[in-house]
């Protein structure tokens, strides 16, 4: 945990597609986030902590750690790029190209596939890169932590000498039933899993995920039983309920 108090001429203003709105700070080499209508912050510390047991490389995610930011909750994590680099998101990339914006454009193909073969013809005439992969690495992480906020303005790839290669996989606020506009306060955990809606090219993980495949491997046990070490809260409980269903696939494209 740490704690800061950071000057408003930190701020930095981001538009895009996001729906989670957080204040955004710049300073000394990290980028801060507090906390706007949920644990985000919280939910950040434990998405990223669980790729430690994956077979991600750690240049593959943003880690991120919980504290406290001018007195409210949040999060940081360090900038991953080098000076002569530049975090390109898929959303500038086609607005830059058309003017318009990639969301509203896919949103009246009729089908996934349309969407995502669209998108991925996109990235390769544009940047000259497969984002497939990519893409199977998000979306895997996406299924597993419930992001119900994965949009163009956090899939991204980094500009260098105009050769480009995938972003680490960030901003996982609105994962874990924290924020998310489906969940019911009324509802289970095992009943609101099933009220997230995927983004941003199907509304089902499920559908998104078997498209792509699975993008990496992961310790189920070793993550559960750091889990059980974490302090007791919402979203760790279903990380929890989480992982023990990834424990129990029994599908062609297991995670474990």
């Known amino acids: ?42 939910a950040e510390y434990l998405v990223s902590s669980m790729l430690r047991f994956s077979s991600l490389e750690d240049n593959e995610y943003v880690l991120y750690e919980q504290g406290i930011i001018n007195g409210k909750p949040g999060c940081r994590s360090k900038n991953f790029l ?37 998108v991925v013809r996109f990235i390769k005439e544009c940047c000259g890169f497969d984002i497939k992969e990519y893409f199977s690495k998000v979306f895997t992480l996406d299924a597993i932590v419930l992001n119900e906020d994965r949009h163009f303005n956090n899939l ?14 960030f901003d996982n606020g609105i994962s874990l039933l924290t924020a998310n506009l489906s969940v019911s306060a009324k509802a289970s955990i095992e ?25 990496f491997s992961l310790d189920v046990e070793g993550a559960l039983d750091w889990l059980s070490n974490e302090s007791p809260s919402f979203e760790r409980d279903v990380l929890i309920y989480q992982l023990k269903q990834v424990g129990r696939r029994t599908d062609p494209m297991p995670l474990s």
């Open 1 to 42: 945990m740490f704690e800061v108090n950071i000057d408003e001429k930190y701020i930095i203003n981001q538009h895009g597609t996001s729906e989670g709105a957080q204040i955004k700070y710049y300073k000394d080499g990290f980028w801060y986030k507090i906390d706007n209508r949920g644990n985000e912050g919280l």
């Open 82 to 118: 080098d000076s002569n680099n530049e975090l390109v998101t898929i959303y500038r990339l086609y607005m830059n190209e058309y003017g318009r914006n990639l969301a509203e454009v896919i949103a009246s193909m009729e089908t996934m596939d349309e969407r995502i073969e669209y």
């Open 156 to 169: 991204a790839l980094i500009a260098k000498d105009n050769i480009f290669e995938p972003a680490p996989l």
């Open 191 to 215: 009943d609101n899993v099933k009220r997230v809606v995927a983004r941003p090219f199907s509304g089902s993980f499920k559908n998104m995920r078997e498209y792509f495949g699975d993008g």
